[in-house]
């Protein structure tokens, strides 16, 4: 029971252009929201993650929105490299236990 | 340097042949956890461990089993895999539970099974 809602499944952007991942959560108990990227044949890796104490958070060309009373958090990627081809996960921290839940993934492909 | 070491990497195997696929960690984490990532589903918790003490299942445990003996090691056990069991795994572990909520969730660099 998938209980973080991301999307689009996967996108194409040109490089230089704005990747943008959408996902929306249901209750949690924790306000922390992590991102993780994953290259192809290997495993998830955190990339960069917020505490809704604030609403943004940038790391790089990495941009985490977030909206409490929406439930939602979105990450925009500034500049897109061919080298930010990859899956990217949200997740957020699940009510009562000690598990993340993690979107269904988005694979973003940049263009040379 | 600090990893999550997985083996096999590549495994194919015939239906209700027993497998293990071992994991270790020498992070010294308290917490371990197994998932399993197909295609549109994202990754999906099949066992997760707090403690040398402490194993339980996760949202798809059906059909897996899971031993931690050592606070290093965290094996996955398929006593009886069938093809819906084709899929990457990947084990994972945090220094204890409560990091979870910083998403400081290391992961190994998988296992791909195909059941036949």
């Known amino acids: 029971q998938q209980q973080v809602k991301q999307s689009p499944q996967s996108l194409i952007v040109q490089k230089g252009g704005i990747s943008i991942i959408n996902c929306a959560y249901e209750?949690?108990?924790?306000?922390?929201f992590p991102w993780y990227q994953q290259f192809p044949g290997k495993g998830p890796a955190l990339l960069i993650a917020?505490?809704?104490?604030?609403s943004e958070k940038k790391e790089g060309r990495f941009t985490i929105s977030f909206n409490k009373s929406a439930k939602q958090f979105s990450l925009h990627i500034m500049d897109s490299q061919p080298g930010d081809s990859a899956t990217y996960f949200c997740?957020?921290?699940?009510?009562?236990?000690?598990?993340?839940?993690f979107g269904a993934g988005t694979t973003v492909t940049v263009r040379a | 340097e600090a990893q999550v070491t997985q083996n096999p990497r590549y495994l194919i195997t015939v239906t209700g042949k027993k497998l293990t696929v071992t994991c270790s960690q020498n992070?010294?984490?308290?917490?371990m956890s197994w998932y399993r990532q197909d295609p549109g589903l994202g990754l999906r918790q099949i066992y997760y461990?707090?403690?040398?003490?402490?194993?339980d299942k996760g949202d798809v445990p059906e059909g897996y089993k899971v031993s931690r003996k050592e606070k290093r090691n965290f094996p996955l056990i398929l006593e009886s895999p069938s093809p819906n069991q084709t899929s990457l795994y990947f084990c994972?572990?945090?220094?204890?539970?409560?990091?979870?909520?910083?998403?400081?969730?290391?992961f190994g660099e998988g296992s791909r099974l195909t059941v036949l």
């Open positions: 994972a572990s945090s220094l204890i539970a409560q990091t979870l909520n910083t998403g400081e969730l290391f």
């Open positions: 209750n949690t108990a924790f306000d922390y």
């Open positions: 917020i505490r809704p104490d604030v």
């Open positions: 997740a957020a921290p699940r009510l009562n236990d000690y598990k993340l839940s």
């Open positions: 992070m010294n984490h308290e917490y």
């Open positions: 461990s707090m403690n040398v003490e402490v194993t």
